[in-house]
């Protein structure tokens, strides 16, 4: 994943779990989502998108099917399962307090 940033290990496999969450998407159409959502600030590149997506499908987080796209090209389409909702519960937790805690950090004056 190429950021202005680094990112939390993990928040790729996080990222993906939440965007399918809102509906079945392919590849691109992820990609496309979290670089829009993020305000141009996150790009998911191929080379991490697509070993992310077989990840969390070998862990059954998500489900594929072959569809054909509105342009009328066949894409494999993702969508959450229940396992994989669970995950995103999981890991949004556990991310929201990481935040937090480094938040804390961030704002602490020195005593």
Known sequence: MATTGELVPGTLEMLILKT??????????IAQHIHRLSDEVL?????????????ILAKGWVAAEWKQ?????RARYYRLTAAGRKQLGLESSAFERT????????RATET
């Open 20 to 29: 399918v969450s809102l509906g079945p998407l392919h590849g691109y159409g």
């Open 43 to 55: 790009t998911v590149e191929e080379g991490s998108l697509y070993p992310a997506l077989q990840r």
């Open 69 to 73: 796209t509105p342009t009328k090209r």
């Open 99 to 106: 935040m937090l805690a480094i938040t804390r950090v961030l």
